[in-house]
Antibody, heavy 121, light 108 residues
Framework: EVQLLESGGGLVQPGGSLRLSCAAS????????MNWVRQAPGEGLEWVSG????????YYADSVKGRFTISRDNSKNTLFMQMNSLRADDTAVYYC??????????????WGQGTLVTVSS | EIVLTQSPGTLSLSPGERATLSCRAS???????LAWYQQKPGQAPRLLFH???NRATGIPDRFSGSGSGTDFTLTISRLEPEDFAVYYC?????????FGQGTKLDIK
């Protein structure tokens, strides 16, 4: 059974940093691209970032480019998101999600339950 | 960046009725790489379709997806109580892999 478990969310001040983690199990992690998708309170889904299975290619939404860095440790089956220079509009539930097919970055067939990031003073 | 516009914003229907949801792209989605998701309150999204019309595992056949280029449609032939949720489209052809703003399907 595929499981994705996010951690690392919390309250952070504007301008601060946070590192999210996503522990994966139930599939061959290194064979699949992984993504972060966020959802602000009461709002829709926003794709944030993706990374290929090997980690050699990364992709970002314009809203986070230069501030967020996606990475992965295939030896530990874990996905990361380093978030710097956080702003109030980064407040959201952050989901970790797995690609359907190993050939692509999206679409996303398995999702974690999300971790809440709140940026506020 | 490809912008996806979903319509209507809210659709109010009764169980047993047919639902038609639209997703229009600001430019052609390459290879018809368009996905649909369903999200219920307090839950993570669930993949319904990929490649515009390929049903994901476990999705009932009352759901169908169609379209190409810039115009895509999700149809639910006969609504069941569990179908009332928010539906999102996502273009999967080129980064950034944007989502539409969602259509809320609620009970009339």
């Amino acid at each position: 059974e595929v499981q994705l478990l996010e951690s690392g969310g919390g309250l952070v001040q504007p301008g601060g940093s946070l590192r999210l983690s996503c522990a994966a199990s139930g599939f061959t992690f290194s064979n699949y691209a992984m993504n972060w998708v966020r959802q602000a309170p009461g709002e829709g889904l926003e794709w944030v970032s993706g990374i290929t299975g090997s980690g050699d290619k990364t992709y970002y939404a314009d809203s986070v480019k230069g501030r967020f860095t996606i990475s992965r440790d295939n030896s530990k089956n874990t996905l990361f998101m380093q978030m710097n220079s956080l702003r109030a509009d980064d407040t959201a539930v952050y989901y970790c999600a797995k690609v359907l097919s190993g050939w692509y970055v999206v679409p996303l067939d398995y999702w974690g339950q999300g971790t809440l990031v709140t940026v506020s003073s | 960046e490809i912008v996806l516009t979903q319509s209507p914003g809210t659709l109010s229907l009764s169980p047993g009725e047919r639902a038609t949801l639209s997703c229009r792209a600001s430019q052609s989605v390459s290879g018809s790489f368009l996905a649909w998701y369903q999200q219920k309150p307090g839950q993570a999204p669930r993949l319904l379709f990929h490649g515009a019309s390929n049903r994901a595992t476990g999705i009932p056949d009352r759901f169908s997806g169609s379209g190409s280029g810039t115009d895509f449609t999700l149809t639910i032939s006969r609504l069941e109580p569990e179908d009332f949720a928010v539906y999102y489209c996502q273009q999967c052809g080129s980064s950034p892999y944007t989502f539409g703003q969602g259509t809320k399907l609620d009970i009339k």
